[in-house]
């Protein structure tokens, strides 16, 4: 099992929801933070949100706009990524990636998901 796997992308219209999930192993999942960025094409890539290993501390990027939201669930040791209002300018690959940053540089953390994509249409 991988360290980090996302899912949940997809194609959605413009004011749809979509819930993105990191699923991560026990060990990550426990002992790391978890961060949520994304990257389009020619960009760097962008954070989004932070959840501490304790589930404490949640961070989001001004750009979120409390148009998305972050939780995990220790049951199955998955990290989410609630997106709701969604716009064409979100259109990205989503990935997941943990360490031991509360920063939200890219740089700071050491594991990373294979990346989603998600799409949004006018």
């Known amino acids: 099992q991988a360290d980090l796997v996302e899912s949940g992308g997809g194609s959605a219209q413009a004011g749809a929801s979509m819930r993105l999930s990191c699923a991560t192993s026990g060990n990550t999942f426990f002992t790391k933070n978890i961060a949520w960025f994304r990257q389009t094409l020619g960009k760097e890539r962008e954070f989004i949100a932070l959840?501490?290993?304790?589930?404490?501390?949640?961070k989001y990027s001004t750009f979120v706009e409390g148009r998305f939201a972050i939780s995990k669930d220790s049951a199955n040791h998955t990290v989410y990524l609630q997106m709701n209002s969604l716009k064409p300018e979100d259109t990205a690959v989503y990935y997941c990636a943990a360490g031991h940053s509360l920063g939200s540089g890219p740089n700071e953390y050491f594991i990373w998901g294979q990346g989603t994509q998600v799409t949004v249409s006018s």
């Open positions: 959840v501490d290993w304790r589930g404490d501390r949640i």
